[in-house]
C-alpha cells in the first residue's frame, strides 16, 4: 500500500490458495460469484473468473466489459462481496471489500500498466469476448467474432477493464472440520493494512 512499510500478511490468503491447489483439477474452482449493490439499491450478483492476486498482495483481480453495469454499479457504491465455495474440501470464503476498476481512461500509470499486464495474461479466446457488441443490448448479428480480428501483439482493447477487489473482511467455513474463522483488517496510522482473526461458532 502507498507509504505502507509494513503490513501483517493476512492468514486467510493461505488457506485460499490451499483451497485451490487441491481443486486444481476441478475447472469451476476459479469461478466465484462478485454481489455488488445495484443502481435500483438491490443486490446485482453473477459469476466471474479468479484472474490471480496482485503482485504479493491480498487483493483479487477480475477481468470485466467496462460496458457491463457492474461498472456503473460501482462507481455509485464501490463496495462489494465475493462468496467462493469449493466443492471437493467443503470450504467456503466469503469475503466483503472495496472494488477498484481500472479502465483504458485511467489518469493512473501504474494501474494502466497493471491492465495491460492482466490482459496479456488473458487467452485469445478471453480477449476476443471484447470486440463483442455491448452487454444486455438486444442481438442484432448472431455471427461469432473471428479469431482474425485481433492482433494478438496489441494492448487492451477499449471495452476491456480490470478490477481489483481489495478484502477488508473474509468470513472462512470449513463444512468438514466444523471451524469457522473471521479475518478483519484494520488500516494503521501508517496506512499499513493489517490482519486478525478469531474463531467463531460455524
Known amino acids: ?117 492482466a490482459w496479456f495474461a488473458s487467452s485469445l479466446k478471453s480477449r476476443l469476448q471484447y470486440l463483442g457488441p455491448a452487454p444486455r443490448l438486444p442481438v442484432i448479428n448472431e455471427e461469432p467474432i473471428k479469431e482474425n480480428n485481433l492482433n494478438p501483439s496489441a494492448g487492451p482493447v477499449d471495452a476491456f477493464c480490470l478490477l481489483v477487489f481489495d478484502p477488508e473482511q473474509v468470513d472462512y467455513l470449513n463444512l468438514k472440520s466444523n471451524e469457522r474463522l473471521l479475518f478483519t483488517s484494520r488500516l494503521s496510522v501508517d496506512n499499513c493494512k493489517h490482519w486478525t482473526s478469531e474463531k467463531i461458532n460455524p
Open 1 to 117: 500500500m502507498a507509504g505502507c512499510i509494513s503490513s501483517t500478511s493476512p492468514s486467510w490468503k493461505p488457506l485460499l490458495l490451499k483451497a485451490l491447489e487441491s481443486s486444481a483439477h476441478l475447472k469451476h474452482s476459479s469461478f466465484f460469484q462478485l454481489a455488488t449493490i445495484g443502481s435500483n439499491g438491490r443486490p446485482a450478483n453473477r459469476t466471474v473468473v479468479f484472474r490471480g492476486f496482485q503482485d504479493d498482495s491480498d487483493k483479487i483481480q477480475i477481468n470485466t466489459d467496462s460496458r457491463s453495469s457492474k461498472i456503473e454499479e460501482i462507481k455509485n457504491c464501490p463496495f462489494g462481496e465475493i462468496c467462493w465455495y469449493f466443492t471437493d474440501s467443503w470450504e467456503q470464503f466469503r469475503m466483503n471489500g472495496r472494488i477498484d476498476f481500472i479502465d483504458g481512461w485511467h489518469s493512473d500509470p501504474v494501474k494502466l500498466q497493471q491492465r495491460e499486464k
